[in-house]
């Protein structure tokens, strides 16, 4: 394997510049390798041979690692029945079945997709989380209506990639972890209760005995409200795009 696909991933362990906790619940951990991965998958019409599926501890997937004719390494998330052997492809014209990278337009209504992006070239942003998949609707006037994992109904440009079939390691959501130093090998530390610390380091803090949250309806360590009240911007620039919201 290509050494440049792999470089040590420097931890931030949940602290701002300043060095004060800017992301709570975060720090330790094992040390890790960030994996390359290539989004974009412009290498048209140059054919890969799948020689290995890695595990990588940064992402819920799994990766394929390719190796192209032209003598190119590169990484790409393992969709559902990718094997080692198996050749893959990029382009306009290739075939549609699994692990191909194709444009919307060329992709059958009905096709179950991943690795989807936004803006064409940019590389794939959305669909990339283990077991996801989006599928195309319908088509016309240079558009392409996809459903996504949340069941939003979203316009994309027809010149935007994405690559057939469903993200693998499915059964990652069955995993049980077993212990509490398997969770801290993760990098993820302890969460406490609002209740159970003082009033100055959380709003529902403080109180004599079992007081509980002190309020009408429970709010962030920051204050906010926590239930029903809604955080995405008001004039967002996917709006005009989104057909039907999730939920």
Sequence with gaps: MDKKLKKILKKKSGRGANGSVSLRHHGGGSKRYLREIDWKRDKIGIPAKVVGIEYDPNRSASIALLHYQNGEEHYILAPEGLKIGDEV????????????????????????????????????????????????????????????PSEELRIFPEEAMATIGQVGNI?????????????????????????????????????????????????SPWGKKTLGFKTRKHKKYSDKLIIKRRR
Excluded: D, F, W
């Excluded at 337009?105 to 989380?129: D, F, T």
């Excluded at 801290?184 to 004599?208: F, L, Y």
């Design 89 to 148: 492809n990029s382009g306009p014209q290739v075939e549609i079945k699994i692990g191909n990278a194709l444009p919307l337009k060329s992709i059958p209504v009905g096709m179950a997709i991943h690795c989807l992006e936004i803006k064409p070239k940019k590389g794939a942003q959305m669909v990339r989380a283990a077991g996801n998949a989006a599928y195309v609707m319908a088509k016309e006037n240079g558009k392409v209506t996809v459903r996504l």
């Design 171 to 219: 059964e990652r959501r069955s995993i049980i972890l077993g212990k509490a130093g398997r969770k801290r090998r993760m990098g993820i530390k302890p969460t406490v209760r609002g209740v159970a610390q003082n009033p100055h380091s959380h709003p529902h803090g403080g109180g004599e005995g079992r007081s509980g949250i002190g309020m009408p309806s429970p709010v």
